[in-house]
């Protein structure tokens, strides 16, 4: 996916490696790694200011690249992030075989542990590929699933979707997507445009349907109607804490408290938090405090 799997230059990654030794170097701060999207910035602060209420001494690096930061994690220069499993299995693991759920999990941390990693629990939030449509035209068409816009599709409705190239294009992206349920939109009715803007052309008419990530902020704010994957198509993305064996062992509370975090998010709660910073244009660190303490847990 666009935001998971993005790599950085290779003198950015040099650079990343840089800084992070210099930090990691200081003792036993715990450093927390993050990728470069809200979502992700939104973790890796309620991490640092869930352990610093503890007692750790914790510090964070954030906006790497996908492939930086599993890289970081596995040498050692980051102590733990917060992980996607679709993203771990496909990517990483190299897997290409459909899992469900909990086979991906059981798939990663297995594999994982092999390499001094430990995958904690993962939470109910699963940032995967997602169809959706504004809710009057949905209920209009009476669609409700991807099977529903098959079947109206194949009907002879004709309907634009927006989405971007990569997802286009990707051998587990649209075209895959469209045999599974046996439909096509048409080369004609694709609005290829950046991944921010397809809810732009959804909530303005332009398109009929957007693909979008499942705990974006945008869905919440201009309600949209997520359409459910019906045949289990898109691979599950959980959002799960990520952290060196060695860095557990020398903090016995830290799974505890990142488990109990992780037990709080699912698609709701990770949307509403993008949409805190993404949306309303609050502050990371204010979105962040406001839940850790909401949910009792600072």
């Keep these: 996916m666009r935001r998971r799997t993005l790599m950085a230059a290779a003198a950015g990654a040099g650079m990343a490696s840089i800084v992070i030794r210099g930090a990691s170097a200081a003792g036993k701060t715990i450093v927390v790694g993050g990728k470069d999207f809200t979502e992700q910035l939104i973790l890796a602060e309620m991490t640092v200011q869930l352990l610093k209420a503890h007692g750790l001494q914790v510090t964070s690096h954030t906006g790497m690249g996908s492939t930086v930061l599993h890289e970081a994690l596995l040498h050692g220069e980051i102590d733990a992030y917060w ?27 297995t594999l994982a542990a092999k390499k001094g990693v430990v995958w904690l629990n993962p939470s109910r939030a699963n940032d995967t590929y997602c169809l959706v449509m504004n809710k009057a035209e949905a209920e209009k068409l009476k669609i409700d699933s991807i099977s529903d816009l098959a079947k109206v599709i194949r009907g002879g409705k004709k309907l634009t979707l927006a989405t971007d190239a990569e997802f286009a294009a990707r051998s587990d992206g649209l075209k895959p997507l469209e045999k599974a349920y046996d439909f096509e939109f048409g080369r004609a009715n694709l609005k290829l445009m950046s991944p921010g803007l397809t809810y732009e052309a959804l909530h303005e008419h332009r398109v009929d349907v957007a693909m979008a990530f499942a705990t974006d902020g945008q869905i919440k704010e201009f309600d949209f109607v997520v359409l459910k994957d019906d045949k289990n198509y898109f691979p599950s993305y959980a959002i799960t804490p990520v952290v060196l064996k060695k860095t557990l062992d020398a903090n016995p ?20 938090l993008n949409a805190g910073v993404g949306v309303e244009k609050k502050s990371v660190q204010a979105v962040s405090r406001a839940f850790l303490k909401s949910q009792n847990l600072i």
Aim: proline share 2%; no cysteine; net charge positive.
């Design 253 to 272: 509370k830290l799974a505890g408290l990142l488990n109990g975090l992780s037990a709080r998010l699912d698609d709701d709660t990770m949307a509403a």
């Design 83 to 109: 992980g996607y499993t679709g993203t771990a299995l496909i990517v990483f693991d190299k897997v290409k075989k459909h899992m469900s759920p909990q086979q991906t999990y059981e798939t990663v941390k």
